[in-house]
């Protein structure tokens, strides 16, 4: 029913291939990705409610420092996520201004 082996032995094979550089990357992804349903949600009208102000803070924050540590350690693969995210957030908020 509940066999720990073959799920120790699952998670020993499939986690060695992961390696910081994709923990790294999927981290980046999923913080842009935060922020995208509200933003989405008013655009489309479905919702009327904005994410909380300091929530988004901390999230640009953390991002804008993972840029300058990608910036500084000159890791394109995060250079180029976070800079495309960047522009995607920008566009949507663009499109939430100027609607």
């Known amino acids: 029913m509940f066999n ?3 799920i120790k032995t699952f998670f020993e094979t499939h986690f060695r291939k992961l390696s910081a550089e994709t923990i790294g990357w999927l981290a980046i992804v999923l913080l842009h990705c935060a922020t995208i349903p509200p933003v989405v949600g008013l655009l489309l ?3 009327d409610r904005l994410p909380s102000i300091d929530v988004v803070f901390f999230i ?4 804008l420092l993972m840029f300058l540590r990608s910036l500084v350690l000159k890791d ?7 800079g495309v995210g960047f522009i995607v957030h920008a566009a949507l908020l663009g499109f939430l201004v100027f609607k």
């Open 76 to 82: 394109t693969l995060n250079v180029i996520t976070i």
């Open 4 to 6: 720990v082996t073959v």
């Open 60 to 63: 640009w924050t953390g991002l």
């Open 45 to 47: 009208g479905i919702s």
